[in-house]
């Protein structure tokens, strides 16, 4: 019998509570008085730093970057204990938040979205959930992450395995024991590179299958000292002026010198200070390392130098160093102890670039040269990431047309905010946005701004619904496909940047490469002259 139980209705449905959907939350119900409830698929709040808890799962922006600046107040009292935070302290901090600013009673925990659609006659939209509720809002607002459905490879023979497996984004909440164990790792991206070390020291014996080697700067994590501590307290504006001028959210700037302006030995000692520094601010050695082949390969050449003089075994280190992309073309990792890793005895990679996984067999994993007997398989592949997590809602906008169905060809939008025939409907970081390549925080606290502003502008004007022209998107991926090829990302010609990692996605590449404070301009821009290339209807 179906269910009779009436739509209950909001002016705003949120889905997600992760950090966008948090401060989307606040912004909504504290600042414009809205009545808005949270869908969250959890138990509780945190986002992708519920699901992801996975051995050495750590944030790569530093901690005092990596929270919210919003509220002076919200940053002075909150005490990071490392450098690089790990997952659990993220997740406390997040339900701090949650229980500092009383969110809570606006979410709705275990409840997943089914399908989403607009109904024109009432300019609404359903959300409908997985267990048959309905509920209705004049707003809905995705903030369900970039990186939140985990890709699993459709290896034949996987349902065969006798032995246990994971996906790093989907991790048993009560983890995983390892001791004794035969471990299988899949892949070797920022997630591969954090869990290699963490759980080479608790198996028998590690097996890391490699498809596409990559670069990782050492992190240098460690405990934050009483003075820095203390310094991070004193400059909230300060750190909050660096983060939204600089092109990726992070509290330093980018060197103002060539790597032609220097001369070689310079150069090398240039390298050496950043490496010893650690972290991601060793891309902001140079100004023209995302843009200059020849100057990325500089960057290149030394990194790959560094795993050579770690990794002891010639021809691992080969392996390790044989990278197709230039530096920072995709995700840069950063690590603790990763190339050292592969000095341990009970640590073998094996090359699957040359040699592909064939099958899951139920004993292990068989590649076209050898068969590798294991108890434990963690798949460490990513996500279907930017798109997927908006395209398995089923979302529905005007006359029937699907989400799916308007981005078949990649993802098409206007300042990866709102896309044309889905009135009302907002996506927090979407693609077409700076979101993954930024300090996500920083991205977030814009994007969610500029979504405040424009439901109080349009509430103000007595207006009922907003969208972007077909124009309008054309242009902005017209900038997106600029501002990529005016940068060596889409050099990196498996990265999931351009949704490789996932067979039949379109290869398009999906995030705003112009930068983060070029592309708050332009969207504060786009709100002064009162929103041109939107439809605004009442």
Not at 485 to 496: G, K, N, V
Request: glycine share 8%; aromatic share 10%.
């Amino acid at each position: 019998m179906p269910d009779m139980t009436p739509a209950r209705t909001f002016d705003a449905l949120i889905i997600g509570a992760g950090f966008s959907g948090l401060y989307q939350l606040l912004c909504l119900r504290d600042r414009l008085g809205l009545n808005v409830q949270v869908l969250e698929a959890g138990d509780g709040v945190g986002g992708t730093w519920y699901w992801n808890r996975y051995p050495g799962a750590r944030c790569d922006s530093e901690s005092h970057s990596y929270n919210y600046t919003f509220s002076k107040e919200l940053f002075e009292e909150w005490e990071w204990s490392e450098r690089y935070p790990e997952q659990p302290e993220i997740l406390r901090y997040l339900n701090h938040v949650a229980d500092r600013f009383d969110l809570r009673r606006s979410i709705r925990f275990g409840t997943r979205v089914a399908g989403a659609r607009h109904d024109e006659a009432t300019n609404s939209w359903s959300v409908t959930t997985e267990d048959g509720e309905t509920l209705t809002a004049q707003f809905l607002i995705t903030a369900v992450g970039c990186l939140s459905t985990a890709n699993v490879p459709a290896f034949p023979g996987l349902s065969d395995f006798q032995g246990r497996w994971y996906h790093t984004g989907q991790w048993p909440h009560d983890g995983v024991d390892f001791e004794g164990k035969r471990v299988g790792l899949v892949g070797t991206g920022s997630t591969g590179i954090q869990a290699t070390p963490v759980i080479a020291a608790a198996a028998a014996h590690l097996t890391v299958f490699q498809r596409t080697a990559n670069y990782s700067v050492p992190a240098h994590n460690a405990p934050l000292t009483p003075e820095f501590k203390h310094w991070v307290r004193s400059n909230h504006a300060e750190l909050r002026r660096i983060m939204q001028s600089t092109p990726n959210g992070h509290p330093f700037v980018i060197e103002d010198r060539s790597v032609w302006d220097v001369t070689a030995d310079q150069r090398q000692a240039i390298y050496e200070a950043a490496w010893a520094k650690g972290g991601l601010q060793f891309r902001a050695a140079f100004r023209d390392l995302l843009i200059d082949k020849e100057a990325n390969d500089t960057a290149a050449e030394f990194l790959k130098g560094k795993i050579r003089e770690i990794v002891e075994d010639p021809a691992t280190a080969e392996l390790l160093a044989d990278i197709d992309h230039p530096y920072a073309a995709k995700r840069p990792p950063i690590d603790s102890d990763y190339f050292a890793t592969f000095n341990r005895p009970n640590v073998t990679l094996v090359d699957v670039r040359n040699a592909p996984i064939e099958r899951i067999t139920p004993s292990g994993i068989r590649t076209a040269k050898a068969e590798y007997p294991l108890d434990i398989i963690v798949f460490a592949t990513g996500f279907d990431a930017m798109t997927g997590p908006l395209l398995k809602m089923h979302i529905e906008g005007r006359v029937g047309l699907t989400l799916a169905k308007a981005w078949e060809a990649g993802p098409r939008n206007c300042l990866g905010l709102q896309v044309a025939g889905f009135p009302n409907l907002f996506t927090i970081t979407g693609p077409g946005s700076p979101s993954v390549l930024c300090n996500m925080p920083v991205a977030i606290e814009q994007h969610v701004e500029w979504i405040t502003a424009c439901i109080a502008r349009l509430r103000a004007d007595g207006l009922a619904s907003i969208e972007p022209t077909e124009a309008a998107m054309d242009d902005w991926v017209m900038q997106v496909n600029e501002a990529a090829r005016s940068t060596l990302l889409p050099q990196a010609r498996h990265s999931w940047y351009l949704g490789a990692n996932v067979p039949g996605k379109p290869r398009v590449f999906m995030p705003y490469a112009g930068g983060m404070a070029r592309y708050r301009s332009i969207c504060d821009e786009v709100a002064a002259k009162g929103y041109p290339g939107f439809m605004r209807c009442t």
